[in-house]
């Protein structure tokens, strides 16, 4: 093995090291074609069981298609699969989901923080995809009709509306995204080049 492929995986292995000691609940390393994209992930962006189709830009029909992330995604190498579990002290729907928009905020911030760790890294073309919708501001500026992001530095995209499955990607690499009443767990992706 030359000494630039051993000096990059070992860069890989300290930021996955970086990212658990920064506060991610896990960080699991995995290649990034292993990253499983369906359309049926997308139609039900689509379908708006979400309420967020043609809301948020970092959502669809604003992001690219399914088979032009696929293509993205095969640019890249490695991934970091990154989750945030929260603890629930009840089960009412508006408290948890007041807890979710709160835990995927601190997600975000962490990844794009876990973003910019890889890029000073020598990883500069390293990109974080979020949990959910974006939600940095309580209302896209898409809302208004506006089309630029006023957040492009730390707006980053959900993984569903890429057409990831979240759910099949994370169980393929031993991660639990069980959804219970006393946990919560937001997740995401770094892709590595």
Not at 54 to 83: E, W
Not at 99 to 110: E, I
Not at 115 to 142: P, S, Y
Request: glycine share 6%; proline share 3%; with cysteine.
């Amino acid at each position: 093995m030359n000494s630039d492929l051993k000096r990059k995986l070992q860069a890989i292995l300290e930021l996955e090291t970086y990212a658990n000691n920064m506060g991610f609940s896990k960080a699991t390393l995995l290649l990034a074609r292993d990253i499983l994209l369906d359309e049926r992930v997308r139609m039900h962006c689509q379908l708006n069981l979400c309420t967020n189709y043609g809301k948020n830009l970092m959502c669809p029909p604003y992001l690219p298609s399914v088979a032009d992330n696929r293509h993205l995604i095969d640019q890249y190498t490695f991934a970091l699969l990154l989750q945030l579990q929260q603890e629930l002290d009840r089960n009412e729907k508006e408290y948890m989901r007041q807890t979710f928009d709160v835990t995927a905020r601190r997600f975000g911030q962490m990844a794009v923080n876990l973003e910019r760790k890889a890029f000073t890294d020598g990883f500069h073309l390293a990109m974080a995809l979020g949990a959910g919708e974006c939600k940095l501001c309580d209302n896209c500026v898409i809302q208004k009709g506006e089309q630029d992001c006023i957040n492009p530095g730390t707006a980053r995209p959900s993984m569903e509306g890429m057409g990831i499955d979240v759910v099949r990607t994370f169980a393929a690499a031993g991660l639990d995204l069980a959804f219970t009443s006393n946990q919560l767990t937001v997740a995401g992706i770094l892709l590595i080049d």
